[in-house]
């Protein structure tokens, strides 16, 4: 399931292959309507076909495209700018198995949801088996007025991560620490894997209590959360991606290696699973404490 680091892998992506480009003609899955609800999804095409991408921005999982609208018939040239008047917003979320592909001339899988055909001769695929995502077209790129980006906290990455803001959010909340980190208003981008990651770089167990951290193990948590960040994003350096649950290979640490040794160096512990809010989470109970 895309996480932070799948997200950045898409909006460089996007930026290498459509940033700056005009839209020719876009084809959308009509069963796909989900994924483009509440409009229909032919709306994507009437809206995009003209218009030029001219930013990708990427706030925890939500990728924000804005176009610039093409010439219209008769219409006056179109003004310069990130936020041109007539704007128009996309905004992507991977949900649990989109992604972004494509290049010049790339066929569709059979998972395309919605194909860009551009002025250079790429053609950019949205793909999504399961579609749980969603591409949402935002009139104007007035994305603060969705309110799943509103709620957004800052983005550990993209606004770096401030292991003070983060304690005073950590104080806030009696959840345990693994299940706190899953809360987009706190940070953005973090999901269950580097949730569970990170709680291992910090030798914390993700059962502890938020509001009882010490400022040292704060501390270390915020360590661990750029380091299993900076580590991801390091690995997704090729043109493709595929993700853990498609039978990728497991670079994590703790993430899905039940019953393995724990790799901290002379720990000796065994990693086990547990279930918290419904979700895996994966510790070593020998040194997270
Ligand atoms: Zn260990």
Redesign the pocket.
Known sequence: VPELPEVEFAARTLRRLMLGRRVLRVETDARARRIFRPDAPGALGRALTGARLQRVDRRGKQLLLTFAPGARPGGAARRAGPAPAGAIGVASHLGMTGKWTGGPGAPATGWARASFWLDDGAVVHYDDPRMFGRLRLVPGADFAALPEVAALGPDPVADGLDARALGEGLAATRRPVKVALLDQSLLAGVGNIHAAEACWRARLDPRRRADRLSPPEVAALARGLRATFRFALAKLDGPEIEYIEEGGDNPFHVYGREGLR?R?LG?G?VVRRLVQAQRSTYL?P???R
Do not use: E, L, S
Request: aromatic share 0%; charged share 10%.
């Open positions: 724990c901290h720990c512990g070593c020998r040194c997270q």
